[in-house]
């Protein structure tokens, strides 16, 4: 069955990316990022930023903009049935060239798990003069770190790099 991903949730003034490959059933039918409670994504955001990300979806959206953080996923469409990564086929990446010429301030660009990291490379989506890095996915089907792992993790890479790029002003705790 084909999926369609949802536009970014970005800005001007956006520095960092994070990208996913394509939303799960659940955020398509709620038509939300990481809708799926199980999905860990925004428990960690909260960890990394120190702000409340257990809120309505408009006050999650501003959040991440007030953090200059961008959320996206790596594909436009793709098929796939139920939500997991393994079954995607005949993908079609985002146009990231674009994106980047109209959101220049962003440096760094994060993978939601390596299936991103994979799908971003095979489509040889890298632009130069930007940072990317894998982070573990937030996915409950990924079990290989617990939440607090994946939440230290994530935060570490988070804050080394941006804070070195001089862009980030996450609250560093």
Not at 104 to 119: D, T
């Amino acid at each position: 069955m084909r999926k369609y991903s949802f536009p970014a949730i970005v800005d001007k003034n956006s520095t960092i990316l994070i990208l996913g490959t394509m939303p799960s059933e659940k955020s398509l039918q709620l038509n939300e990022y990481y809708a799926n409670p199980m999905n860990q994504f925004w428990k960690i955001l909260s960890f990394v930023t120190g702000d409340n990300f257990f809120t309505t979806y408009s006050e999650k959206k501003e959040l991440l903009l007030k953090n200059k953080i961008a959320i996206w996923d790596v594909l436009m469409h793709c098929e796939r049935e139920g939500s997991l990564d393994l079954n995607i086929h005949d993908e079609f990446p985002n146009d990231f060239i674009k994106f980047f010429n109209v959101y220049p301030n962003i440096r760094s660009v994060y993978f939601n798990g390596s299936k991103a990291e994979k799908l971003f490379g095979k489509y040889s989506l890298h632009v130069g003069g930007r940072t990317h890095i894998l982070l573990p996915s937030t996915s409950s089907a990924n079990t290989s770190k617990s939440l607090s792992q994946k939440s230290i993790v994530w935060k570490e890479k988070i804050i080394s790099v941006n804070t070195k790029n001089d862009n980030l002003e996450l609250k560093n705790e």
